[in-house]
């Protein structure tokens, strides 16, 4: 099968298949979960176009309650309407029926209103006719904000935030030390409303926009927190935050365990070291937990692919016109017992990372069903480069051919999460690991 990749106009053939990190074309993000709030840099991608494989979750949804009541819009002249003739039928009936309705509207409106924020509307309607919801248009403020989040350095209050992709509710995964903490938002948190912005109304990466920004600067957050079903009011300064990212320890004598909070940043050298400190004490096994962890960094995470697999296929990117594009590990296979502790927060990179893993046979799942995030967007700038649209573009594949989207990865072993004070499923994957290695029967 050829390799392709995006020249600016269409695909074209690699001259050679790709090896090695897989470092290329998809140059962004396994996730539309972004870390929140740290230092950051990067870059729109390839020909001004970024590409993810976004993630999701949160399935319970707070209770509904009032919107607060809509300030009025002011100003924009009023225009007459006119008419569309081209090839495309489509085109020509959606031109001519809003001209149509934007002849009632400048004849018969009550109010003043702006027609930027019509035409940005009418933008993102024709985009919501598609029922897809990782496909979004972004106004000029949005786009700016998108972009100065990939090449500039933000601060904001250190949380793990991620977006149901069905209802747009922002669920808080992790709250590092720093701001958040401090003021106390917790972990399970729903994210409500970031100032006069409603978060269920927008984009995740409008509602990251609005909260970072300037250090020492606060910014206002409501969450609804479901223990005790109550909404609640936060005023967060906004500093830098460092997310440990990696956090590791040895669990026995001879088994170790590393938690990843997300594919980015240097945690594949993280990840290295730690097992190289590990093994130096004597580590012959590891648990590798990838629960809540809504994905990451496409580099990132064939990076830490190429650690624990054989040279072969990490996944395949397929897009709607049947070019793929394989991504390959380099073979540096960890060869030792090793089980993957995975949930329905495991999405995207951490999906692409498990499936991997499961298909080379070279650890054992324990969890329960992972999200299902298994299709690609990519990010591109419209005509004048001010405003810009996410896409779904494509579907990845395990290395078994496998597209696991809708459905998620099912567990080799699968442990439901006991409530409780132990960690039940941390348990059996390090019982599993012993018994590979020969300590338990």
């Given at each position: 099968?050829?390799?392709?990749?995006?020249?600016?106009?269409?695909?074209?053939?690699?001259?050679?298949?790709?090896?090695g990190?897989?470092?290329?074309?998809?140059t962004?993000?396994?996730?539309?979960?972004?870390?929140?709030?740290m230092?950051?840099?990067?870059?729109?991608?390839?020909?001004g176009?970024?590409?993810?494989?976004?993630?999701?979750?949160?399935?319970?949804?707070?209770?509904?309650?009032?919107?607060?009541?809509d300030?009025?819009?002011?100003?924009?002249?009023k225009?007459?309407?006119?008419?569309?003739?081209?090839?495309?039928?489509?085109?020509?009936?959606?031109?001519?029926?809003?001209?149509?309705?934007?002849?009632?509207?400048?004849?018969?409106?009550?109010?003043?209103?702006?027609?930027?924020?019509?035409?940005?509307?009418?933008?993102?309607?024709f985009?919501?006719?598609l029922?897809?919801?990782?496909?979004?248009?972004?106004?000029?403020?949005?786009?700016?904000a998108l972009?100065?989040?990939?090449?500039?350095?933000?601060?904001?209050?250190g949380?793990?935030?991620?977006?149901?992709p069905?209802n747009?509710e922002v669920?808080?995964?992790?709250?590092?030390?720093?701001?958040?903490?401090?003021?106390?938002?917790?972990?399970?948190?729903?994210?409500?409303?970031?100032?006069?912005?409603?978060?269920?109304?927008?984009?995740?990466?409008?509602?990251?926009?609005?909260?970072?920004?300037?250090?020492?600067?606060?910014?206002?957050v409501?969450?609804?927190?479901?223990?005790?079903?109550?909404?609640?009011?936060?005023?967060v300064?906004?500093r830098q935050?460092?997310?440990?990212g990696?956090?590791?320890?040895m669990?026995t004598?001879?088994?170790?365990?590393?938690?990843?909070?997300?594919f980015?940043?240097?945690?594949?050298?993280?990840?290295?070291?730690?097992?190289?400190?590990?093994?130096?004490?004597?580590?012959?096994?590891?648990?590798?937990?990838?629960?809540?962890?809504?994905?990451?960094?496409?580099?990132?995470?064939?990076d830490?692919?190429?650690?624990?697999?054989p040279?072969?296929?990490?996944?395949?990117?397929?897009?709607?016109?049947?070019?793929?594009?394989?991504?390959?590990?380099?073979?540096?296979?960890?060869?030792?017992?090793?089980?993957?502790?995975?949930?329905g927060?495991?999405?995207?990179?951490?999906?692409?990372?498990?499936?991997?893993?499961?298909?080379?046979?070279?650890?054992?799942?324990?969890?329960?069903?992972t999200?299902?995030?298994?299709?690609?967007?990519?990010?591109?700038?419209?005509?004048?480069?001010?405003?810009?649209?996410k896409?779904?573009?494509a579907?990845?594949?395990?290395?078994?051919?496998?597209?696991?989207h809708?459905?998620?990865?099912?567990?080799?072993?699968i442990?439901?999460?006991e409530?409780?004070?132990?960690d039940?499923?941390?348990?059996?994957a390090?019982?599993?690991?012993?018994?590979?290695?020969?300590?338990?029967?």
């Amino acid at each position: 099968m050829d390799n392709y990749y995006y020249n600016g106009n269409g695909y074209e053939p690699y001259e050679k298949p790709k090896s090695g990190f897989g470092k290329g074309v998809l140059t962004g993000v396994l996730c539309t979960l972004l870390v929140v709030f740290m230092a950051t840099a990067a870059t729109i991608g390839v020909h001004g176009i970024r590409e993810y494989l976004s993630s999701p979750p949160p399935q319970e949804t707070a209770p509904a309650r009032e919107p607060e009541q809509d300030t009025v819009k002011s100003g924009g002249a009023k225009g007459g309407s006119a008419n569309y003739t081209g090839d495309d039928e489509l085109l020509n009936q959606i031109v001519n029926r809003l001209s149509e309705i934007k002849g009632y509207v400048d004849d018969e409106y009550l109010f003043d209103y702006d027609e930027q924020q019509l035409a940005d509307g009418a933008y993102m309607g024709f985009l919501y006719g598609l029922g897809d919801p990782y496909t979004y248009y972004y106004n000029e403020e949005e786009f700016a904000a998108l972009q100065e989040s990939y090449t500039g350095e933000y601060y904001g209050i250190g949380v793990l935030v991620q977006q149901d992709p069905d209802n747009r509710e922002v669920t808080i995964l992790r709250v590092f030390d720093g701001p958040a903490k401090e003021a106390g938002i917790q972990k399970g948190d729903i994210l409500y409303r970031v100032e006069d912005l409603m978060v269920s109304e927008e984009d995740l990466n409008t509602v990251i926009a609005r909260i970072k920004g300037d250090e020492g600067t606060t910014v206002n957050v409501e969450v609804y927190r479901k223990e005790t079903e109550e909404y609640m009011t936060f005023d967060v300064e906004r500093r830098q935050v460092v997310s440990v990212g990696v956090e590791y320890r040895m669990l026995t004598d001879r088994v170790g365990y590393i938690l990843l909070d997300q594919f980015e940043g240097k945690a594949a050298e993280q990840i290295e070291a730690a097992i190289a400190d590990m093994e130096s004490q004597g580590m012959e096994g590891l648990v590798l937990d990838l629960r809540d962890n809504p994905g990451g960094d496409l580099d990132v995470m064939l990076d830490i692919a190429d650690l624990f697999l054989p040279r072969g296929v990490v996944l395949t990117i397929e897009d709607v016109k049947g070019h793929s594009v394989p991504y390959y590990s380099g073979g540096n296979s960890f060869g030792k017992p090793l089980v993957v502790l995975v949930n329905g927060n495991s999405a995207s990179a951490s999906e692409a990372l498990s499936g991997a893993i499961k298909d080379h046979g070279v650890g054992t799942l324990v969890g329960t069903q992972t999200f299902g995030k298994g299709i690609v967007q990519s990010i591109y700038p419209l005509r004048g480069g001010k405003t810009g649209m996410k896409l779904t573009t494509a579907h990845y594949y395990t290395p078994g051919g496998t597209c696991i989207h809708g459905t998620g990865i099912t567990p080799d072993i699968i442990v439901e999460l006991e409530e409780g004070n132990t960690d039940n499923q941390l348990e059996q994957a390090l019982a599993i690991v012993e018994e590979q290695l020969g300590i338990r029967p």
